[in-house]
């Protein structure tokens, strides 16, 4: 089935620890987007990438990098997790960067201790 | 700087009708979304409004008035299933998504 798969479900990590969340999408779309979602705020963007090989940050892109060597995986690496990173992760992707509807992932839960 | 708007939470009653708004104000209009996000789970795409007016899909209707910077998703005889939470988000100038909180819609019998 189509869709973008996330990695992993949950995760709980000690302060100071790196961490990669995975994401690969198999629909071939350009766009594709990490987001965190926090209680009481909206989805923030962290970082982008309109296509393979190139990435933008978003609102919130400190404390966080990001690859995209190919079309079909952007991992999100956290290099040194900090208990304000505790949140869920969403992988998200789009077939442009006009207006096309947002495809996500199942999300990753990470908890920073 | 740039808003979105919406109700943290509505309740309703099986069967019935309820609107949910989003205002906005952002740099730019390239269109309108609405996802829908049951609990623990990923959004989902609803709809999409560029233009003003009405776009109707089954139950669920999404209207649009840029001169206001107003939307609205109506859900007409709500089932137990679409108690979630409704996200409006506006794509700006810079084709970037602004999101809104969201709004948690509970559905009671």
């Known amino acids: 089935i189509a869709g973008i798969t996330q990695a992993p479900t949950s995760q709980i990590l000690a302060a100071g620890r790196r961490m990669t969340l995975r994401c690969t999408q198999d629909?071939?779309?350009?766009?594709m987007y990490w987001y965190r979602q926090d209680l009481g705020l909206g989805l923030r963007l962290i970082h982008y990438s309109n296509t393979a090989g190139t990435t933008g940050k978003g609102e919130v892109p400190d404390g966080y990098s990001v690859s995209r060597a190919n079309t079909d995986d952007f991992p999100l690496t956290l290099a040194s997790a900090v208990p304000s990173q505790t949140s869920v992760y969403f992988c998200?992707?789009?077939?442009?960067?006009?207006?096309?509807?947002?495809?996500f992932g199942n999300g990753t839960r990470l908890t920073v201790t | 700087g740039q808003n979105i708007d919406q109700p943290t939470e509505m309740t309703a009653t099986e069967g019935a009708i309820v609107q949910i708004n989003c205002t906005y104000q952002t740099s730019g209009f390239n269109g309108l979304f609405w996802y829908q996000q049951h609990a623990g789970e990923a959004p989902t795409f609803l709809s999409y409004n560029v233009l003003d007016g009405l776009e109707e899909k089954g139950r669920f209707s999404s209207f649009l008035s840029r001169s206001k910077g107003y939307s609205y998703l109506l859900l007409k005889e709500l089932q137990m299933k679409d108690s979630a939470s409704y996200l409006c988000?506006?794509?700006?100038?810079?084709?970037?998504?602004?999101w809104g909180a969201g709004t948690k819609l509970i559905i009671k019998p």
């Open positions: 988000a506006v794509m700006d100038s810079n084709y970037q998504l602004i």
């Open positions: 998200a992707s789009s077939d442009s960067t006009g207006n096309s509807p947002l495809h």
């Open positions: 629909m071939r779309h350009n766009a």
